[in-house]
Each structure stands twice: as structure tokens, then as C-alpha cells.
């Protein structure tokens, strides 16, 4: 699918700031974004699903203790625009916003660095995604679940999210974001959380969709990583 019009003027961004305690606590010295899955990093794959649709274009946020990410960045992506930005955030949500007012002009692809899937679904997501109408946000769903705290998704027959939160409904979120060249912003200081801010979107009947992707694994522990290899998750397709 490389260079498929659909996703020609794409931007990617990776949020992979996230300090990784749970990982840590299973034996893991590394960053999170360095975590080995199929005995490549996180941040690797996140790569190589963008090579594999196109997106030359990214933009990477690390925490600063991720000096090893960090370092690896400066290798293996010299065949793609990078742009890393190196700042511990308070949360989920000021890490999202930073990327994506990097990637603002274009529309971007954003997935979280520890939201792994084979690259045939990111590819699936991409050319669905550019489906749906160019001012609205569209996130990576899937029924695997896998988290303490999952946050619900329902959908109605035409893909729009008409719920996000509360009780148990047919999807989960996965990790991965598709933006209009223009992002939506909310009011200043209001989100602690992204899942915040992703509610509000579509509590505020704002163009919010969902593409449904038959597996997404969450690497948040030891466990989580060897689901992952027993699923398949190796070298990515290029």
C-alpha cells in the first residue's frame, strides 16, 4: 500500500512518553518506547507501520529519562522528517496535544507507542479512516480487551460514536487516532486525561468515528508483551 493516494499527505505522530512502571516492575530497564516486542522495540514497529502507508512525516514525543529512545531515534530514522520532542508531560492529554499541534496543516495518523497491532489492520485503519468526512476524528477500535480500565465505545450502523465511557458496550478504544488537517481544540485546561477529551468530542456532537480492527494489543506489562508475540507481532511488512 506504499504511497497509496489515500494517504500521501499523511502525518504520524507516536506519544511515547509514558513512564512504563508496570513494565519496569516486570523486570524492564528499558523506556517504554524500547520495551522489545518480537525482539523489536515499541517505537520500532510504531515506524514501520508509518513506512508501510506512506508517512514519511512524524513526530515523536519521549519523556526525558528516555535518553536510550532517544539515542535509538537518531539511527533508525533517518529516512523519515522527525521530529522529536522531549518533554515529561502531566498527562495522556498534554503529550496528545503537543504532537498534535506539531502535525496541524495536514491530516495525521497518532498512535500511542505501547497500542501494537500486525501492520494489514494499521493499513485497514488508514484507508478506512480517509472514508469518513475529512473534519472528523476517527479512533481505533477494537473487542479485544485487554485493560483495567478500558474506556467503551458504541457505535451506530454508519460508524459514528454516539458513546465513550461509562458501562461495558461493543468496543474498546485502541490507542490510534486519525485527525482532520485542523484539530478540533477544547477549552483551555479542561482535560486531565485524553479519554477526557475524546468524551467531550463526542458528548459535544462533534464528528467522532470509529474503525473497527480485529486485534490491538496494550502493552502495559510482561503478559501483555507475550500476548503480543503469540499473536504474531514480528517484523513488520515493507
Given at each position: 500500500?506504499?504511497?497509496?493516494?489515500?494517504?500521501?499527505?499523511?502525518?504520524?505522530?507516536?506519544?511515547?512518553?509514558?513512564?512504563?512502571?508496570?513494565?519496569?516492575?516486570?523486570?524492564?530497564?528499558?523506556?517504554?518506547?524500547?520495551?522489545?516486542?518480537?525482539?523489536?522495540?515499541?517505537?520500532?514497529?510504531?515506524?514501520?507501520?508509518?513506512?508501510?502507508?506512506?508517512?514519511?512525516?512524524?513526530?515523536?514525543?519521549?519523556?526525558?529519562?528516555?535518553?536510550?529512545?532517544?539515542?535509538?531515534?537518531?539511527?533508525?530514522?533517518?529516512?523519515?522528517?522527525?521530529?522529536?520532542?522531549?518533554?515529561?508531560?502531566?498527562?495522556?492529554?498534554?503529550?496528545?496535544?503537543?504532537?498534535?499541534?506539531?502535525?496541524?496543516?495536514?491530516?495525521?495518523?497518532?498512535?500511542?507507542?505501547?497500542?501494537?497491532?500486525?501492520?494489514?489492520?494499521?493499513?485497514?485503519?488508514?484507508?478506512?479512516?480517509?472514508?469518513?468526512?475529512?473534519?472528523?476524528?476517527?479512533?481505533?477500535?477494537?473487542?479485544?480487551?485487554?485493560?483495567?480500565?478500558?474506556?467503551?465505545?458504541?457505535?451506530?450502523?454508519?460508524?459514528?460514536?454516539?458513546?465513550?465511557?461509562?458501562?461495558?458496550?461493543?468496543?474498546?478504544?485502541?490507542?490510534?487516532?486519525?485527525?482532520?488537517?485542523?484539530?478540533?481544540?477544547?477549552?483551555?485546561?479542561?482535560?486531565?486525561?485524553?479519554?477526557?477529551?475524546?468524551?467531550?468530542?463526542?458528548?459535544?456532537?462533534?464528528?467522532?468515528?470509529?474503525v473497527v480492527l480485529p486485534l490491538v494489543f496494550?502493552?502495559?506489562?510482561?503478559?501483555?508483551?507475550?500476548?503480543?508475540?503469540?499473536?504474531?507481532?514480528?517484523?513488520?511488512?515493507?
Amino acid at each position: 500500500m506504499t504511497g497509496a493516494p489515500s494517504s500521501v499527505a499523511l502525518r504520524g505522530g507516536v506519544i511515547a512518553a509514558g513512564r512504563g512502571t508496570r513494565l519496569r516492575a516486570d523486570g524492564y530497564l528499558v523506556s517504554k518506547p524500547m520495551t522489545p516486542v518480537g525482539g523489536r522495540p515499541l517505537i520500532e514497529h510504531a515506524l514501520d507501520r508509518f513506512r508501510a502507508v506512506g508517512v514519511r512525516q512524524a513526530t515523536v514525543i519521549v519523556n526525558e529519562e528516555s535518553d536510550d529512545c532517544r539515542c535509538w531515534l537518531t539511527g533508525y530514522g533517518k529516512d523519515l522528517d522527525l521530529d522529536v520532542i522531549v518533554r515529561t508531560t502531566p498527562s495522556s492529554y498534554a503529550s496528545f496535544e503537543l504532537v498534535a499541534a506539531r502535525l496541524a496543516g495536514a491530516p495525521a495518523v497518532i498512535t500511542t507507542v505501547d497500542a501494537i497491532m500486525p501492520v494489514d489492520a494499521f493499513e485497514h485503519f488508514v484507508e478506512s479512516a480517509a472514508r469518513f468526512p475529512s473534519d472528523a476524528v476517527v479512533l481505533g477500535l477494537t473487542d479485544h480487551v485487554d485493560d483495567e480500565n478500558p474506556l467503551w465505545a458504541a457505535l451506530d450502523e454508519d460508524g459514528r460514536i454516539r458513546r465513550l465511557g461509562g458501562d461495558q458496550a461493543s468496543h474498546v478504544t485502541g490507542g490510534l487516532y486519525r485527525l482532520p488537517a485542523q484539530t478540533i481544540v477544547g477549552p483551555t485546561g479542561s482535560f486531565d486525561r485524553l479519554r477526557d477529551y475524546l468524551k467531550w468530542m463526542v458528548d459535544e456532537g462533534r464528528p467522532v468515528y470509529g474503525v473497527v480492527l480485529p486485534l490491538v494489543f496494550d502493552i502495559d506489562r510482561a503478559r501483555d508483551v507475550e500476548a503480543a508475540e503469540r499473536g504474531g507481532l514480528r517484523r513488520a511488512r515493507t
